[in-house]
């Protein structure tokens, strides 16, 4: 297993709004007698099958499937869930995982070693141009062996290889329920084995979550019953917060409504805002397909003229914090290669730089976001792009935006020059900061052969189980990033949580992913 020098800090402060004598957000737990806890989010998923998702999808995927592997509360390594996993050689080449007795899946399914194989053959078979195929590149088969050991053979030594069994991209399914080679034609169900059945779901609405009683696994329910509403901004659901109507928010809060929920004042009594480190970021993509994209003076004037800090602080009211590599701060690895090679943001600087290329004109430039996946302040984070850039008198920019639905088909079929992304880790460490987005295939949909990270940094960080031995070779390769350009990072973020006085467990409901495991919320019975 890996061993770190550091890792991510899950919860590091706790603001209280309301002050309630005796009140504290760690209070006593009680019952469901007031209804299903609800849980308001802008992330709604764009699908309900494991094998078609690298997405956001996961929030709810924690909650209602199972993984061989996952990070009980306070963990940042995995531990057993529906199997007690390690390496059995010495070259991390050979993993082995054994299922708990008596699994099944929510139908009553048998959950054995061949629905375990069946679930991870079924990824690779598939092969959804969306789906978590990427994360499994250092696996060559999986074996079942009688009914209920699994043995995973890799082509290469992966030390990362159980983190990524921790992933909801390795939820388990069914196999009378999803087909070996396709993806399931039922899209509104789920036949899984998580702690959670989805009793009912109604796309970009809400998703009502009953307790599993099937359920066999690591996970300590407080509550009986959970729906997750589904917002299209952050400002209708901190209403609906106030309103009653949702008990606690997970992910979107615009940075105006959380300023506004951390002053005291009528409108916010009785609630609560618990801010956390996290390891989300939020960067550019850069697709060499586009005749101005290609050209790597374009990309590191741009990269010369971006000022990280006024969108940090004139967009996002310093919610975020200026990035200045693709692996954020917290983790082992992370550097500040950007603002060595680049310095401050300056305008001449980027302008000498597309002269050495033959280029005077301005450069025309399409960028394009998505209007309802990373919170409201997205559409005001790319025009105070756009106004950086034009204000150096360099670009042309054109906006353009598409819900999240199509915007991913969108980038995956190349058709944008320039585009916006979001990446919450599907494990705390470099190597998920990097090796998603380069290679032929990765979760951007733009091949980056990037072969010296490819075929020498990342197989050789992955041979070294103890994560303090990795820094050089993450140095280096981030540095490789930093010379072509064709990833930009922007800024990394805090995790906020705003809920009701009588809500409990949001500090311990984040996974290192800042995935919620909606099964620590409960209600308080005493203050």
């Given at each position: 297993?890996?061993n770190?020098?550091?890792s991510?800090?899950?919860v590091a ?7 309630v004598?005796g ?10 007698d007031?209804g ?7 992330s709604?998923p764009?699908?309900l099958?494991p094998a ?10 924690r909650?209602v ?14 531990k057993?869930?529906?199997a ?5 050689d010495n070259?991390s ?5 054994k299922?708990r007795?008596?699994?099944?899946f929510s ?9 375990v194989?069946?679930?991870?053959d ?6 959804a141009p969306?789906?978590?195929?990427g994360?499994?590149?250092s696996?060559?088969?999986?074996e079942?062996v ?8 890799l082509n290469k030594?992966?030390?990362t290889?159980?983190?990524v069994?921790?992933?909801?991209g ?11 080679k ?6 509104d169900?789920?036949?899984?084995s998580?702690p ?5 779901f ?7 979550l009953?307790?599993?009683d099937?359920?066999e696994?690591?996970a ?7 729906t997750?509403?589904?917002f299209q ?7 609906a917060l106030?309103?009653?109507q ?6 979107g809060?615009a940075?105006?409504?959380i ?27 850069f697709n ?14 741009v ?5 990280r800090?006024?969108?940090a602080h004139?967009?996002y009211?310093?919610?975020v ?22 310095g401050?943001?300056?305008?001449d600087k980027?302008?000498a730089?597309?002269a050495e290329d033959g280029?005077?004109d301005?450069?025309p430039?399409t960028?394009w976001y998505?209007?309802?996946?990373y919170?409201?302040?997205?559409a005001?984070?790319f025009?105070?792009i756009?106004?950086?850039?034009e204000a150096s008198?360099?670009?042309?920019v ?8 199509t ?12 585009f916006?992304?979001?990446w919450a880790p599907?494990f705390?460490?470099a190597?998920?900061f990097i090796a ?12 980056y052969p990037?072969k ?15 994560r ?12 490789i ?7 930009l990072?922007?800024w ?5 949580i ?5 809500v409990s ?8 992913s800042?995935?919620?495991m909606?099964?620590?919320?409960s209600?308080?019975t005493?203050?």
């Open positions: 297993m890996f770190r020098n550091r991510l800090q899950q402060a706790i603001v209280s709004i309301s002050l004598a009140c504290s957000l760690l209070g006593e737990e009680g019952s469901d007031a299903p806890i609800v849980v308001g989010t802008t709604a764009s699908t099958d078609a998702a690298w997405d956001g999808s996961w929030e709810l995927f909650n499937y199972q993984t061989l592997l996952s990070y009980p509360n306070g963990a940042t390594e995995p057993a869930d529906a007690s996993c390690d390496f059995s070259t080449r050979t993993y082995r995982c299922l007795e008596g699994l099944v139908n009553g399914d048998k959950l054995d070693a061949q629905a194989k069946h679930t991870f079924r990824i690779l078979a598939i092969n969306t789906g978590p195929a994360l499994l590149g696996l060559d088969k999986v079942a009688g009914d209920r050991e699994i043995v995973f053979r030594p992966d030390a290889f159980p983190f069994l921790a992933t909801p390795m939820s388990l399914v069914a196999p009378d329920d999803y087909p070996a396709a993806l399931r034609e039922d899209t169900g789920v036949v899984g998580g959670y059945t989805l009793k009912n109604k796309e970009n609405d809400r998703a009502e009953v307790r599993n099937r359920y696994g690591s300590d329910r407080k509550n009986d019953a959970v997750i509403r589904y901004d952050s400002g209708a659901m901190v209403e106030r309103g009653k949702i008990d606690i928010t997970y992910q809060l940075a105006d409504d300023v506004t929920l951390e002053s005291k004042g009528e409108k916010n009594k009785g609630l609560q805002l618990v801010e956390g480190d996290a390891s989300n970021i939020n960067y550019l993509v060499p397909k586009d005749p101005w994209s290609e050209k790597i003076a374009v990309r590191r004037a990269a010369q003229v971006i000022d800090a006024a969108i004139k967009v009211k310093g919610t914090d200026p990035l200045y590599s693709m692996v954020p701060k917290g983790l082992t690895g992370h550097t500040t290669a950007f603002f060595d090679d680049f401050d943001p300056d305008p980027a302008r730089i597309l280029i005077t301005p450069v430039l960028l998505t209007t309802d996946r919170g409201s302040d997205t005001l984070e025009k105070e756009k106004a950086q850039l008198g360099l670009f042309e054109t906006l353009k935006s598409r819900p999240w639905k915007y991913v088909v969108g980038y995956q079929k190349g058709e944008y020059p320039v916006g992304r979001g599907d705390p460490d190597d998920n998603p987005f380069v290679g032929e295939q990765n979760a951007l949909g733009t091949p990037a010296k990270i490819t075929q020498v940094l990342l197989p050789r960080s992955r041979e070294k189980s103890d303090a031995n990795v820094v050089k070779d993450f140095q280096e390769a981030q540095q990033l930093v010379e072509d350009a064709r990833l990072p922007l990394q973020g805090k995790q906020y705003a809920a009701n006085e009588d467990g949001g500090e311990r409901a984040l996974d290192p800042t995935i919620m909606v099964w620590e919320l209600r308080k005493s203050w």
